[in-house]
């Protein structure tokens, strides 16, 4: 049992002895305080002599705590003030924290933090961002903080884009990428607020496709790709009776083919909308003739590219055969034939022919009922029939 005994020279310091360990000659003390403050006795062990603890020291913060009971400031017991020390290191950890976050330039975030995480991303789209990142965001913004990044630091990289006569699409995705990245940031507190690319305006320009094929003309350019081997023709095909995204063809399984229900099912898509593609008779009959040839087959996906993997760009013969055919002299990106011309045919045959704008949405997958209204246009009844009704 500690027996503690009450200082001659101090009033309200108290010590006990060890039993075995010495400090010095003598054996190692700990010293306490002994002070009432309201009818509340307060009694908190302070150390060790072997800590550096002395009767004189224990003093000095005995009149401590009780100036401070005096004045009605300060902390009246240890324990108020070893959590009130606690409280100050956890603020004094938050803030050098935030320092340190504070300090991030945009590239440091982007090659530790962000990057990492767009691997999921089709190659197309790695390759674009990575380039736009490369030639217009790191050059202008890529060495500075990233919570000093402001609107006026993107008007610089929009001036340089227009200076280069780059299309309002670049502007939109270099912007994209910016507030993709600033987004994650914030998520993690490193900035706060909305990015500064929202404060941006963005020149105004309809690049939308226009250009979709006849029936004479898919046919024609069908049969010339027929004429040569590898995936290409069947690929189209697709694209025409069911209006997939060339990386949605790509990506199709065995697993996705339904023969017996003349579906594929279409996932992980860049709508983010799973949904399902019906095959007409020469889909069906193709993709038939396909799965025979496999005969249970050794790649799961029905067009693999030459080592077995996901294909992540169009075949080569595609544009050969189709620039001389669509494009000699069409300098309007709006009017060249793509191969995601073949998805915008599929939407656009189908208005022609009376399909109504929310059945060619489910069609198409698209994630926005505007992407969808485009197509309005196209319709037989149109907007014709709608000021017709003035006439009635």
């Known amino acids: 049992m500690r027996k503690w005994i009450t200082s001659a020279k101090y009033p309200g310091i108290r010590w006990y002895e060890h039993s075995t360990r010495k400090h010095g000659p003598r054996p190692d003390r700990c010293f306490g305080l002994r002070y009432s403050h309201n009818g509340k006795r307060y009694q908190p062990t302070l150390g060790w002599a072997s800590a550096g603890w002395t009767e004189a ?13 005096r ?3 300060g902390c009246i017991s240890l324990t108020e003030k070893r959590e009130l020390a606690e409280k100050k290191r956890e603020e004094k950890a938050i803030k050098k924290a935030k320092d340190k976050k504070a300090s991030v330039t945009y590239s440091q975030f982007w090659e530790k933090y962000y990057w990492p995480q767009q691997k999921h991303k089709a190659k197309g789209s790695v390759r674009t961002e ?3 990142y490369r030639n217009w965001i790191a050059p202008f913004i890529g060495d500075m903080p990233l919570s000093e990044v402001r609107p006026k630091d993107i008007e610089k990289i929009k001036t340089a884009l227009l200076k280069k006569k780059r299309a309002t699409s670049t502007i939109k995705y270099t912007f994209g990428t910016i507030s993709h990245l600033w987004n994650m940031a914030r998520r993690d507190e490193y900035v706060h607020g909305d990015s500064p690319t929202t404060k941006i305006s963005v020149p105004k320009h309809d690049n939308r496709r ?9 046919k024609t350019l069908l049969a010339e790709l027929k004429q040569h081997r590898g995936h290409t023709h069947d690929m189209a095909l697709l694209a025409l009776r069911c209006g ?13 083919l339904d023969l017996e229900g003349k579906k594929l099912s279409i996932r992980d898509t860049k709508g983010k909308v799973n949904r399902q593609a019906y095959l007409l008779s020469d889909t069906l009959e193709m ?4 799965f025979d040839e496999h005969k249970g087959p050794d790649s799961d996906l029905i067009f693999p590219s030459r080592n077995g993997k996901v294909m992540d760009t169009v075949s080569n013969i595609f544009p050969r055969i189709v620039n001389p055919m669509f494009n000699e002299g069409v300098t309007d990106k709006r009017l060249r034939v793509y191969f995601h011309t073949l998805r915008h045919t599929f939407a656009s045959w189908l208005v022609q022919r009376g399909v109504d704008l929310y059945s060619v949405k489910e069609l198409m997958g698209h994630e926005d009922f505007k992407m969808t209204q485009r197509y309005s246009h196209l319709s037989p009844d149109g907007l014709m029939r709608a000021v017709e009704v003035l006439e009635e």
Request: aromatic residues 6%.
């Open 57 to 69: 020291k224990a003093a000095l913060t005995l009149a401590e705590l009780k100036e401070n009971i």
């Open 71 to 73: 004045t009605g400031e």
């Open 130 to 132: 990575e380039g736009l």
């Open 210 to 218: 226009e250009r979709f094929l006849t029936p004479e003309e898919a």
């Open 244 to 256: 997939l995204r060339f990386g949605e063809i790509a990506a199709l399984t065995w697993h996705d």
């Open 287 to 290: 993709l038939s003739s396909r």
